[in-house]
C-alpha cells in the first residue's frame, strides 16, 4: 500500500522538521473532547511528529504510515509509549476497524491523499461522534529569513506552486457531507535550528523535491549559502500550526 509520493529519500531529513504547536493540538483535543486513554488513528504519521505529540498525552495512538523508512524512524522514536502501534496503510485504505476511532488525525499527510476518498476512510473507521483533523505546519513567508529562502526558491521555479497543502480545507470537507462543526484554527510555533538542521529540513521537503526535479540540489545549496551569510549558528524559523477539525455526522 503505497502513494504517488516517495517519501523514502527524504526520511531522515524529516527528523529535523518542526515539531506542530502545543497550543494548536491541545485546542484540537479540547473541541474534540478527547481524554486519556482513548484510541486515535494519525494517518500518514511519517516519521512521528504529531504521534509523539498525541502519545505524550496519554492517548492510545494507532499510526499509520505507508513508507517503510517513514515508519522505521517512527517506530524507534515512539519505542518508549506502549500504547502506540504501527501499521502500513494509506489514507484512503488504512486497514483500520471500522468505528475505532474517537478522533482521526493527518498531519501534513492530507494533501497526497485523493481527499474525498481519505475523508471517507476517515468517517469509517471513526466512531459515532468522532472527529477527524488535518493540520499543517506552513512558513511564515513574511520573516525576512523565509522570504529570503522563498526568493531562492522562485528564482528556480518562476510558478512553485504549494499545491494543496496550502489551500483553504473548508470546501473539501463540508462537499463530502460526512462531518459537520467544522472550525479552522492556528497557533504559532517557533523552531530553533542550527544552519546544517535548516538546510536537512528543506531537504525533507517533498513538494519542492517534486517541482524542482534535478534542480532540487542546487535550491537547497543556494539555500544553505544565503543562510551561512547570515553569520549565525542558528536560527529561529516562525510557522503557524492550522487546523482543520470537524465531526462526524
Not at 55 to 62: D, E, F
Not at 132 to 137: K, L
Amino acid at each position: 500500500m503505497k502513494t504517488n509520493w516517495d517519501y523514502t529519500s527524504l526520511a531522515d531529513a524529516y527528523l529535523k522538521r518542526a515539531a506542530y504547536s502545543d497550543e494548536a493540538i491541545d485546542r484540537l483535543l479540547n473541541l474534540a473532547g478527547i481524554q486519556k486513554g482513548q484510541s486515535v488513528c494519525d494517518v500518514g504519521a511519517g516519521a512521528a511528529h504529531l504521534t509523539l505529540m498525541l502519545a505524550a498525552r496519554g492517548l492510545s495512538v494507532t499510526a499509520v504510515e505507508p513508507n517503510d523508512a517513514m515508519r522505521t524512524h517512527g517506530i524507534t522514536r515512539t519505542g518508549a509509549y506502549p500504547l502506540v502501534r504501527w501499521h502500513e496503510g494509506v489514507g484512503e485504505a488504512t486497514g483500520q476497524a471500522t468505528g475505532a476511532f474517537r478522533l482521526v488525525t493527518f498531519g501534513s499527510s492530507f494533501n497526497v491523499t485523493d481527499r474525498p476518498r481519505a475523508l471517507l476512510e476517515a468517517a469509517r473507521i471513526l466512531a459515532d461522534g468522532g472527529w477527524f483533523a488535518c493540520m499543517w505546519n506552513h512558513r511564515d513567508l513574511g520573516d525576512p529569513i523565509q522570504r529570503a529562502s522563498e526568493e531562492i526558491i522562485l528564482k528556480h521555479i518562476p510558478h512553485y506552486d504549494y499545491g494543496t497543502r496550502r489551500e483553504d480545507q473548508t470546501e473539501v470537507i463540508a462537499a463530502s457531507n460526512l462531518f459537520m462543526n467544522l472550525e479552522k484554527f492556528e497557533a504559532p510555533v517557533i523552531h530553533k535550528q542550527s544552519i546544517d538542521d535548516c538546510v536537512e529540513s528543506w531537504q525533507s521537503h517533498g513538494t519542492l523535491q517534486r517541482q524542482a526535479a534535478d534542480k532540487f540540489d542546487i535550491i537547497v545549496s543556494d539555500i544553505r549559502a544565503y543562510l551561512e551569510t547570515l553569520g549565525r549558528p542558528t536560527i529561529d524559523v516562525p510557522y503557524t500550526t492550522r487546523v482543520w477539525a470537524a465531526s462526524k455526522r
